[in-house]
């Protein structure tokens, strides 16, 4: 009744707007071949940015007003929802707010409760881009403020009586209530790699995914599934390490070791939830942190190193590939998470390290995230303190904290010392293994070093300084104070995101730059390089992402940059060996580009194996064997395979190919066919 009264107020059509939407275009962009219309791209990045919007709006108004009274809160809390981990929630325009704090005491702090919530959104991107039919997310994002973590989703059609699977109630009942959404989890475990596992206390079931994870169907007959958080499993610890309270939340395998181990990994294993058959499930996640911490940690150091020094670095052939990417404290963080390396192993990584330029980097980049997490800290500190909205005196607790770190004091050489070098050990296990903690403050020390820390925390907090923090003079960081009030231009909410406006932006430039370059304009040139910007944008938050990585290998294929095509072509292949779509534009791009004939019908035959209906990759391997190999009868072949399935697109170019044998009469009764066929004619296939 609260619901609905509160929902009420705001109008029932604005509550579901976004996830209707959101729902529709989904469906349409699910056959992710670049036909869609392009508008339905536009309606995507539109609605997500709105989304993004309306999310950084309220959520700064609702994190302002955290420790408001309830009579003086513009936004009051629902406290009619329900949950165990979160802190108070809020609905607000359709969008649910949820804070991500240790309210309970399980996660051993508001630090690690808003790791978990990063989960969350992590594993949301995961099952959102795995693309199963009928298996629904809601939007997403995460608004951090003020040392405060909020997770914005939008609201779904769900309630208590809609949970058909996982567990609602902390794995004391655990349902599998409905075969066609079974069957769904059960693919989401072929595409992700979680293992199907037994749970249960009241009763006993075998499902995919964590045991409190919530598969719903909603009001509106689809299937939705909720909080994510647990869907990778928890890291074993290291022999000898003191277990840290509810660190099986937060402290998880990435998705990107998980989808490319050899075996399934349960989502329970190592937790409190996967008590069923734990010898077996616990020893397989063991195996797998071994060989993140002794293969893949190890691996990527030499990638490193081979990139600082080629000749003094011997790498095999997956390395290889990967180092052809150039890798810089940029996109540091998304090539490793690429390679399935959480960011807390940076001090691993640097361990493995014999470059010095990389040691540098690497220990700068584990200094800057220290800072950006005590100075979340400090500003929670403070707002327990002073439990009003203001702005003044966090913007003294930032320039306060900054002017400690980089001020040129006994005071500040003391905090580096003690406090910072502690943190650097505590949250960065082997990060000074090679080196006395002094070494360690006398290299970053240096004013260079501090100059690009500096950098490193703008980028991680998002604040924005005045030009005179520019200059070489201010850098040099000689004075007590160098930070000022009036430096510190802003320090706005940072939004963590799906990356959905990104990516579908980066679509729709390429289409219009494709179509420019078809026209011989240079505007062409202009386009390609924004959406350039878009597909490295989106790549960050979702680095293994097949799609992303594919037609940013189109852009590039279209930009004739063809090395670096083919280097990101193999890395969405190795993201996912079964994305038909992907083997088959690859085989056309080795084909048709780098005129590779064996190696492109190898392909071609490898995506038929996957999907022995695919109309477009039939069609252009039919193309391939009457141009290449010259063999008419195997190519019709395909041909009528392909035409058969009744899409314009495959009848098409079986009456393209009957007019070039002169065979005009059956070209006469294809053509006939067309105007009844369904699909849309994609002419490329017919170039080259």
Same mark, same amino acid.
């Given at each position: 009744?609260?619901?609905?009264?509160?929902?009420?107020?705001?109008?029932?059509?604005?509550?579901?707007?976004?996830?209707?939407?959101?729902?529709?275009?989904?469906?349409?962009?699910?056959?992710?071949?670049?036909?869609?219309?392009?508008?339905?791209?536009?309606?995507?990045?539109?609605?997500?940015?709105?989304?993004?919007?309306?999310?950084?709006?309220?959520?700064?108004?609702?994190?302002?007003?955290?420790?408001?009274?309830?009579?003086?809160?513009?936004?009051?809390?629902?406290?009619?929802?329900?949950?165990?981990?979160?802190?108070?929630?809020?609905?607000?325009?359709?969008?649910?707010?949820?804070?991500?704090?240790?309210?309970?005491?399980?996660?051993?702090?508001?630090?690690?409760?808003?790791?978990?919530?990063?989960?969350?959104?992590?594993?949301?991107?995961?099952?959102?881009?795995?693309?199963?039919?009928?298996?629904?997310?809601?939007?997403?994002?995460?608004?951090?403020?003020?040392?405060?973590?909020?997770?914005?989703?939008?609201?779904?059609?769900?309630?208590?009586?809609?949970?058909?699977?996982?567990?609602?109630?902390?794995?004391?009942?655990?349902?599998?209530?409905?075969?066609?959404?079974?069957?769904?989890?059960?693919?989401?475990?072929?595409?992700?790699?979680?293992?199907?596992?037994?749970?249960?206390?009241?009763?006993?079931?075998?499902?995919?995914?964590?045991?409190?994870?919530?598969?719903?169907?909603?009001?509106?007959?689809?299937?939705?599934?909720?909080?994510?958080?647990?869907?990778?499993?928890?890291?074993?610890?290291?022999?000898?390490?003191?277990?840290?309270?509810?660190?099986?939340?937060?402290?998880?395998?990435?998705?990107?070791?998980?989808?490319?181990?050899?075996?399934?990994?349960?989502?329970?294993?190592?937790?409190?939830?996967?008590?069923?058959?734990?010898?077996?499930?616990?020893?397989?996640?063991?195996?797998?942190?071994?060989?993140?911490?002794?293969?893949?940690?190890?691996?990527?150091?030499?990638?490193?190193?081979?990139?600082?020094?080629?000749?003094?670095?011997?790498?095999?052939?997956?390395?290889?590939?990967?180092?052809?990417?150039?890798?810089?404290?940029?996109?540091?963080?998304?090539?490793?998470?690429?390679?399935?390396?959480?960011?807390? =192993?940076?001090? #691993?990584?640097?361990? &493995? !390290? @014999?470059?010095?330029?990389?040691?540098?980097?690497? +220990?700068?980049?584990? /200094?800057?995230?220290?800072?950006?997490?005590?100075?979340?800290?400090?500003?929670?500190?403070?707002?327990?303190?002073?439990?009003?909205?203001?702005?003044?005196?966090?913007?003294?607790?930032?320039?306060?904290?900054?002017?400690?770190?980089?001020?040129?004091?006994?005071?500040?050489?003391?905090?580096?010392?003690?406090?910072?070098?502690?943190?650097?050990?505590?949250?960065?296990?082997?990060?000074?293994?090679?080196?006395?903690?002094?070494?360690?403050? =006398?290299?970053? #020390?240096?004013?260079? &070093? !501090? @100059?690009?820390?500096?950098?490193?925390?703008?980028? +991680?907090?998002?604040? /924005?300084?005045?030009?005179?923090?520019?200059?070489?003079?201010?850098?040099?960081?000689?004075?007590?104070?160098?930070?000022?009030?009036?430096?510190?231009?802003?320090?706005?909410?940072?939004?963590?995101?799906?990356?959905?406006?990104?990516?579908?932006?980066?679509?729709?430039?390429?289409?219009?730059?494709k179509y420019m370059s078809s026209l011989k304009s240079k505007e062409s040139d202009r386009l390609a390089a924004l959406a350039s910007v878009q597909f490295e944008s989106a790549l960050r938050s979702s680095p293994d992402d097949d799609t992303i990585l594919c037609n940013y290998a189109l852009l590039l294929r279209m930009?004739?940059?063809?090395?670096?095509?083919?280097?990101?072509?193999?890395?969405?292949?190795?993201?996912?060996?079964?994305?038909?779509?992907?083997?088959?534009?690859?085989?056309?791009?080795?084909?048709?580009?780098?005129?590779?004939?064996?190696?492109?019908?190898?392909?071609?035959?490898?995506?038929?194996?996957?999907?022995?209906?695919?109309?477009?990759?039939?069609?252009?391997?039919?193309?391939?064997?009457?141009?290449?190999?010259?063999?008419?009868?195997?190519?019709?072949?395909?041909?009528?395979?392909?035409?058969?399935?009744g899409d314009k697109q495959g009848i098409h170019v079986y009456f393209m190919f009957l007019e070039t044998l002169g065979r005009n009469s059956e070209a006469e009764v294809?053509?006939?066919?067309?105007?009844?066929?369904?699909?849309?004619?994609?002419?490329?296939?017919?170039?080259?």
């Amino acid at each position: 009744q609260l619901q609905d009264e509160q929902l009420g107020k705001q109008g029932t059509s604005t509550a579901f707007f976004w996830n209707e939407r959101f729902q529709q275009i989904s469906e349409k962009l699910r056959d992710v071949d670049l036909y869609n219309e392009e508008q339905d791209y536009v309606s995507m990045a539109n609605l997500y940015r709105d989304f993004v919007y309306a999310a950084e709006t309220y959520g700064k108004v609702i994190i302002a007003e955290r420790f408001l009274p309830l009579e003086q809160k513009s936004i009051p809390p629902a406290f009619y929802m329900g949950g165990i981990a979160g802190g108070e929630k809020y609905i607000v325009q359709g969008i649910l707010f949820k804070f991500a704090v240790d309210k309970h005491k399980i996660y051993g702090g508001d630090h690690y409760a808003a790791k978990a919530a990063g989960h969350d959104l992590k594993s949301l991107i995961q099952v959102y881009k795995s693309r199963i039919p009928d298996l629904h997310v809601p939007m997403m994002c995460l608004v951090d403020y003020l040392g405060y973590r909020l997770i914005a989703m939008s609201l779904l059609p769900v309630d208590a009586t809609s949970l058909a699977y996982g567990s609602c109630d902390g794995g004391y009942n655990v349902h599998d209530d409905i075969e066609d959404l079974n069957d769904r989890m059960l693919e989401l475990g072929r595409i992700l790699n979680p293992k199907k596992h037994a749970v249960g206390a009241a009763n006993t079931v075998v499902i995919v995914g964590p045991c409190d994870i919530e598969g719903h169907k909603g009001k509106d007959g689809k299937f939705y599934l909720l909080d994510f958080a647990r869907l990778f499993p928890h890291e074993t610890p290291s022999v000898g390490a003191i277990k840290k309270q509810g660190q099986h939340l937060y402290k998880l395998l990435r998705a990107e070791l998980v989808r490319k181990y050899d075996v399934p990994l349960s989502s329970d294993a190592n937790s409190g939830f996967g008590k069923i058959d734990a010898d077996v499930h616990n020893a397989e996640v063991q195996a797998a942190t071994k060989h993140l911490l002794e293969i893949v940690i190890p691996g990527f150091a030499d990638i490193l190193d081979f990139q600082d020094n080629p000749f003094g670095s011997r790498l095999n052939e997956k390395q290889a590939l990967h180092a052809k990417v150039k890798i810089t404290q940029l996109n540091l963080a998304e090539i490793i998470h690429r390679e399935g390396i959480n960011m807390r =192993h940076l001090g #691993k990584v640097r361990q &493995n !390290l @014999s470059s010095v330029h990389w040691r540098d980097l690497l +220990l700068i980049e584990i /200094v800057g995230r220290v800072i950006k997490n005590t100075l979340r800290r400090r500003l929670r500190r403070k707002m327990d303190e002073l439990r009003h909205p203001a702005l003044v005196p966090y913007k003294l607790v930032i320039l306060e904290y900054l002017n400690l770190v980089f001020g040129n004091t006994d005071e500040s050489l003391q905090y580096w010392q003690t406090d910072l070098i502690e943190s650097m050990e505590t949250w960065y296990e082997s990060a000074l293994s090679y080196e006395r903690s002094n070494d360690c403050i =006398h290299c970053i #020390k240096q004013t260079s &070093n !501090l @100059s690009n820390l500096f950098c490193v925390v703008k980028r +991680l907090t998002g604040m /924005v300084f005045s030009p005179h923090c520019e200059t070489p003079d201010f850098q040099s960081f000689n004075t007590a104070q160098p930070f000022q009030d009036t430096d510190l231009l802003l320090f706005a909410p940072q939004i963590k995101e799906m990356r959905i406006a990104a990516y579908c932006s980066a679509t729709v430039l390429y289409l219009k730059a494709k179509y420019m370059s078809s026209l011989k304009s240079k505007e062409s040139d202009r386009l390609a390089a924004l959406a350039s910007v878009q597909f490295e944008s989106a790549l960050r938050s979702s680095p293994d992402d097949d799609t992303i990585l594919c037609n940013y290998a189109l852009l590039l294929r279209m930009q004739k940059r063809y090395e670096a095509a083919d280097v990101y072509y193999k890395m969405a292949i190795e993201a996912n060996k079964t994305n038909v779509r992907i083997l088959s534009h690859y085989a056309w791009f080795l084909y048709v580009d780098l005129k590779k004939y064996d190696r492109a019908e190898k392909y071609y035959q490898q995506a038929l194996s996957v999907n022995p209906a695919h109309t477009r990759t039939l069609s252009d391997y039919g193309m391939f064997l009457h141009r290449i190999r010259r063999d008419d009868i195997k190519a019709e072949e395909y041909f009528k395979r392909a035409a058969m399935l009744g899409d314009k697109q495959g009848i098409h170019v079986y009456f393209m190919f009957l007019e070039t044998l002169g065979r005009n009469s059956e070209a006469e009764v294809l053509k006939k066919l067309l105007a009844n066929a369904k699909g849309t004619v994609i002419l490329s296939t017919l170039v080259g």
